[in-house]
């Protein structure tokens, strides 16, 4: 297997040779649960791309492991840049859709607040669900072995994804919705593209609203048949980010 990475706030500046503590919750999961001993590999990394691969050489109580690093890495940021808006759908599927997305590649995820959405992110709850997403992502991206964990944005109403849909048309990216009555096949899209940033857009349970889709469309985005089969929300961006990614260099 490979090496288990846990987060480290200060790799970015490592050198081989280095002395790094693991300190904290994560020297917690690295000594009691994973239960790391002296001469075991590990990886260190900050989320932003930069990672310290190293050898454990002293464990303190129950929360603290030294390392030395034997080398270092750096993961650039990859191209093209793929962004999935997840429509947020019931209980914790959206964790679900995240960590899988995380997994998948996916570098961006924008919380979609759409019209036929049953669950509403307002005032605290908004606030602990969105910590809930940026949780699973970090966690996602460490079992991965991610470098550089996707960012989870803000919530976004429909006309906040209509911004984001034409910024990504203006820099030369494609933007596609996701939507059983389409034609046009996601493998089509994909390849006719023009090679930069790509944006994803997974509807809610009960579908993107027409009036929403126009406004999509207005904006830069073009609607897309992923398959013949109708996917949950949770389900369906994951398997639009592997189809993507599968038509570039990212996973040539």
Same mark, same amino acid.
């Given at each position: 297997?490979?090496?288990?990475?846990?987060?480290?706030?200060?790799?970015?500046?490592?050198?081989?040779?280095?002395?790094?503590?693991?300190?904290?919750?994560?020297?917690?999961?690295?000594?009691?649960?994973?239960?790391?001993?002296?001469?075991?590999?590990?990886?260190?990394?900050?989320?932003?791309?930069?990672?310290?691969?190293?050898?454990?050489?002293?464990?303190?109580?129950?929360?603290?492991?030294?390392?030395?690093?034997?080398?270092?890495?750096?993961?650039?940021?990859?191209?093209?840049?793929?962004?999935?808006?997840?429509?947020?759908?019931?209980?914790d599927r959206g964790e679900v859709a995240v960590e899988t997305?995380?997994?998948?590649?996916?570098?961006?995820?924008?919380?979609?607040?759409?019209?036929?959405?049953?669950?509403?992110?307002?005032?605290?709850?908004?606030e602990k669900a969105l910590a809930k997403w940026r949780n699973?992502?970090? &966690? +996602? $991206?460490?079992?991965?072995? /991610? %470098?550089?964990?996707?960012?989870?944005?803000?919530?976004? *109403?429909?006309?906040?994804? #209509?911004?984001?849909?034409?910024?990504t048309a203006g820099a030369g990216g494609t933007a596609l919705?996701?939507?059983?009555?389409?034609?046009?096949?996601?493998?089509?899209?994909?390849?006719?593209?023009?090679?930069?940033?790509?944006?994803?857009?997974?509807?809610?349970?009960?579908?993107?609203?027409?009036?929403?889709?126009?406004?999509?469309? &207005? +904006? $830069?985005?073009?609607?897309? /048949? %992923?398959?013949?089969?109708?996917?949950?929300?949770?389900? *369906?961006?994951?398997?639009? #980010?592997?189809?993507?990614?599968?038509?570039?260099?990212?996973?040539?």
């Amino acid at each position: 297997m490979t090496a288990p990475l846990f987060v480290h706030g200060d790799v970015a500046g490592t050198r081989a040779g280095d002395e790094l503590w693991l300190e904290g919750p994560e020297g917690r999961h690295a000594v009691s649960v994973k239960r790391l001993r002296i001469g075991e590999e590990v990886v260190l990394a900050d989320g932003l791309g930069h990672g310290a691969v190293g050898e454990v050489t002293g464990v303190e109580g129950r929360d603290r492991l030294r390392m030395v690093v034997t080398a270092v890495r750096r993961e650039p940021a990859p191209e093209p840049a793929l962004t999935v808006v997840q429509a947020l759908p019931k209980g914790d599927r959206g964790e679900v859709a995240v960590e899988t997305l995380t997994e998948t590649g996916v570098d961006t995820i924008v919380p979609w607040q759409a019209a036929r959405c049953v669950t509403r992110w307002r005032a605290e709850r908004g606030e602990k669900a969105l910590a809930k997403w940026r949780n699973t992502a970090r &966690e +996602a $991206g460490k079992q991965s072995r /991610r %470098l550089r964990f996707p960012g989870v944005t803000g919530a976004h *109403a429909t006309r906040d994804v #209509a911004a984001l849909i034409a910024s990504t048309a203006g820099a030369g990216g494609t933007a596609l919705v996701l939507h059983e009555t389409a034609t046009v096949p996601l493998t089509w899209a994909v390849e006719s593209g023009g090679g930069g940033p790509v944006v994803l857009v997974v509807g809610p349970e009960g579908g993107i609203a027409p009036e929403e889709l126009a406004v999509l469309e &207005e +904006a $830069g985005a073009r609607a897309v /048949r %992923l398959g013949p089969a109708v996917l949950r929300t949770s389900t *369906a961006g994951t398997v639009a #980010a592997a189809v993507v990614l599968s038509r570039t260099p990212r996973w040539a």
